[in-house]
């Protein structure tokens, strides 16, 4: 099954980047835009039971692809999306 | 004093610090390749300035992860100093092995400058050759330096005097124009709760000779001399 996480800057950290963006939409003319913030979006692919995956990837969120320190992360999974499964694997 | 050097795929300032301690030394310090998995026999590790991994995901991130980290655990635990410079900062605090962590900086620029910075506590391995309140100049090359911890978690550091290093300008004042990246409070460096770990942003390495234009880091590896040999 395919999964895609969402790492975004925790509300109580600066975000350079989206205020810079956020700059751009105010000189390009466009009112009413605030709170602009810049995240990753990171897509993979897991194989295996639902629930053993599920707990892996929040694992691997806590461990590698998000910092808790400063980050907030959230995880999208979509059986639908699940690729055939390939030689040698369950 | 024997020194370890780690070096990552994309440190870039490993041979400066290794200059840098055999200057000090008179002994040439050892390379340790991030596969190798032990540490045996060393004194003291120096984690460089660099871009470990490209800085992928998060500078640290991956770095962390390296086969030379479980080594790196126990030797810290164990009260090795461990002196992480830039990027070895960051790793360090990937590692969790300082509280917080450094993001992009306030200004958005990558920053690369000689910067004045107030020792706040003379007394650690890494800074008694220093006076407290003395002022130093050092270099910063870093995109990634804005210090960011919780405000309970700053308030401890003070408290404890693990605030090695803060950022101030030529008159010794931690003012917002004298900090290049925006961290809490000015700060530069800071101290395990065994003040036997440092991570400082500035690099005392690239200021370790008069011709380089500051020789005041030197006496950051003279201090682990005298506090090794103690």
Redesign the interface.
Known sequence: MRARVEVT?KAG?????GH?IERAIANLGYEGVRNVRVG?LITLELTGPREVSERRITELCEK??A?P??EDFAVLMDERERESPRAGEP | MRVGVVTFPGSNSDVDSMRAVEAVTGRPARSIWHKETSLDGLDVVVLPGGFAHGDY??AG??AR?SPIVPALERFARAGGPVLGLCNGFQVL??MHLL???L??????RFRSEIVHLRVENASSPFTNAYRDGELVRFPIAHGEG?Y??SPETLDRLEGEGRVAFRYVDEAGRPTTGSNPN?SARNIAGILNEACNVLGLMPHPERAADPVLGSGDGRRLFESLLAAVSA
């Open positions: 800057l950290i600066r975000d350079p980047q810079a990753k590698l692809l910092n320190v400063v | 995901l998060r991130a991956m992860f605090t990937e509280p917080g962590a993001v992009r900086n306030a200004g958005l804005n960011v911890a925006g």
